[in-house]
């Protein structure tokens, strides 16, 4: 009986102290500042990352075109051209690098460069971590919201405590807001939308309830 009482007791504290920290977690989100309603850039321009896919055209030269993977050391390599950088750059910049590298060959190279099969350099890119259905990075795109981060990983798993989720910004220092991804995608509350840019780190705590 004693033995019992004990384990009772014991159980008892651990959900006490579980409440405990719940609370203190809740707390330390609602500390937060709410996120910025618009945070996008007008002049944002996509940075090529490894993964991607590229597309590169020389006018005529068809020999010399080819589409060709960025590979994890963010180069590319083609026809005369054995390792070019390509991580970070935006495509002008990489079709303007092209045709200095192929003029030591060719005469007046005008080369476009299109990105199919975006991934993105992980500076631009958005994670997501925690409570929600399919954890994960994903490429940033202009004007992408909060309600495009959450459709794509598939909404929040039943255990999160959406409400209690911050949005860690990389551009800002590392500054933390808070979110309210409960009212957003539970209720409908479109007020809840919020900018994200590129490398917000997504935190979607577990509900301690």
Known sequence: MVSRLHHLIGAALRWLALGAVGALVAGCAANF?????????PDYRYL?????????????????????????????A??????????????????????????VFIRDPVVTV????????QSEQIRVIGEASKPQALPYRQKMTLLDVMIAVGGLTDFADGNGATLLRASDDNKQYSVRLHDL???GDISANVDVKP???????????
Not at 33 to 41: D, G, H, K, L, M
Not at 85 to 92: H, I, L
Not at 199 to 209: A, E, N, T
């Open 33 to 41: 500042p709410p996120a910025p309603e618009v945070a996008a850039s």
């Open 48 to 76: 090529i990352g490894p993964g991607d896919n590229v597309n590169i055209i020389v006018w005529r030269n068809p020999e010399l075109s080819l589409s060709v993977p960025v590979r994890p050391d963010g180069m590319i």
């Open 78 to 103: 083609g026809p005369l051209i054995e390792d070019m950088p390509a991580m970070g750059k935006t495509p002008t910049m990489l079709a303007r690098d092209m045709e200095k590298a192929l003029g």
């Open 114 to 121: 299109v990105v199919t099969g975006f991934v993105g350099s």
């Open 185 to 187: 995608i539970r209720r």
């Open 199 to 209: 490398g917000d780190v997504l935190i979607i705590p577990q509900s301690w309830f």
